[in-house]
């Protein structure tokens, strides 16, 4: 049966079985929020207790939501303890309000099931509506991407179905995720949306090179988002920045393989919110096939793209180091109307396995102005490891330089 028939015969079951478990959640809660892990206080809840089972088999969705359930009504600060074992899960949705902050400790691994057909929506674990999240514990999110990666068919289809992201974060606030790893989804490893003051720190992002739209992490419509200590290898983006995003900064993370660092794309679709306040810094690029990149779409509604900086940046034999693409994707010859302004690229050196190693391609419609490229040091090498002469390509760009430029700054116009 084609993927899309058995999403359309299972979701009127996913959606009664969930409802289920939500009734019998409530209706446990006055019994269940008292079965805390033993000597560790009320306020810890074992999802073992509530009737998971680490045996790589079961669908421990019930269980892991009936925990939930009554951790985030007990009262206070609570923690929802996974611990140490493979548990099998089918989407889960932690949703508050609670009645205080929320701690997931996930010791073990949480590993998902691999009939898509299960998922009402295009995520798997999705954490909703909270103040005070704290997700950690050196556990592992599993995927189970390879199962399904044969069904993305996005590149030739444009109206693909999605594959379910691993984790979601929509309306969460003060939060903060460390030591956590995210392995082979089946299309993005996280996504944070509408989200405010959120930290994530010492994340390890995994999947292979040639995994279909498996970014890292995807932020959009979110503030005060900071991402840093972190290691991601993914077949797309390794971090995103999209449309809405701002006061966003991300630090000593190490990219590759994927697609890069991108602000992007944007313009994609009408009413999208302005991007600003993009720091980028302290990063290392390797064998990725693109470094730091802005993207929009061509034909694009208005919007606009300002005050980003992408500073300190190690390129290790990465295809196309310094990138404005403002004809992404290339659906159509009109030109993109949203307008980037004030873009700073400083002290970015390594190497390079293109010969035009800074391609800055804006809108001949709104051009892009407060471009400056300072002590960029970037060396040509193919792939004999022969180094060759570089350059650099520019269109519809007003560009200050200073310092070192290898290659040379080109002419705009």
Not at 292 to 320: C, H, L
Request: proline share 4%; with cysteine; hydrophobic share 35%.
């Amino acid at each position: 049966m084609a993927i899309a028939e058995r999403f359309e015969a299972k979701i009127a079951i996913v959606v009664l079985g969930t409802a289920l478990a939500l009734l019998s959640c409530v209706a446990a809660e006055s019994t269940d929020h008292r079965r805390g892990l033993s000597g560790a206080g009320s306020n810890v809840f074992d999802v073992t207790s509530y009737g998971a089972k680490a045996d790589g088999h079961k669908d421990n969705v019930q269980a892991f939501m009936k925990a939930w359930v009554a951790a985030c009504k007990s009262g206070g600060p609570a923690k929802l303890l996974i611990p140490k074992g493979t548990f099998v899960t089918g989407p889960v949705v932690f949703a508050g309000p609670c009645k205080g902050s929320m701690t997931v400790e996930v010791q073990g691994t949480i590993q998902a099931t691999s009939d898509v057909s299960e998922y009402s929506s295009p995520e798997w674990f999705s954490f909703e509506n909270l103040n005070g999240l704290l997700l950690n514990g050196g556990g592992t999110f599993d995927g189970q991407g390879a199962t399904v990666w044969k069904y993305n068919d996005c590149k030739q289809n444009s109206n693909c179905q999605i594959l379910p992201a691993s984790i979601k974060f929509y309306i969460v606030n003060n939060a903060e995720i460390r030591g956590i790893t995210s392995l082979n989804s089946k299309a993005f490893h996280t996504h944070v949306v509408n989200c405010q003051n959120f930290t994530a720190h010492d994340l390890n992002i995994i999947a292979p090179f040639n995994s279909p739209n498996t970014d890292g992490m995807h932020i959009s419509r979110s503030s005060l988002v900071t991402v840093s200590n972190t290691k991601i290898g993914t077949g797309d983006d390794c971090i995103s920045i999209g449309q809405g995003a701002t006061h966003v900064t991300i630090s000593n993370v190490t990219c590759g393989p994927g697609h890069g660092i991108s602000v992007g794309s944007l313009g994609k679709y009408n009413n999208e919110k302005d991007v600003s306040g993009i720091r980028v810094t302290h990063c290392t690029l390797k064998s990725t096939t693109n470094g730091v990149r802005i993207k929009t779409w061509p034909g694009s509604p208005p919007s606009q793209a300002s005050d980003i900086s992408f500073e300190d940046i190690t390129m290790d034999s990465v295809k196309n180091p310094i990138v404005i693409d403002q004809k992404y994707g290339s659906h159509t010859s009109a030109p993109s109307k949203v307008k980037i302004s004030n873009v700073r690229f400083k002290n970015i050196r390594g190497t390079s396995t293109s010969p035009v190693a800074v391609s800055l391609g804006c809108s001949s419609l709104v051009p892009c102005t407060g471009v400056q490229l300072t002590d960029i040091d970037l060396q040509y090498k193919d792939i004999d490891g022969k180094g060759k002469s570089i350059s650099s390509s520019c269109l519809n760009a007003k560009i200050t330089c200073g310092g070192k430029q290898n290659p040379a700054a080109c002419d705009t116009n």
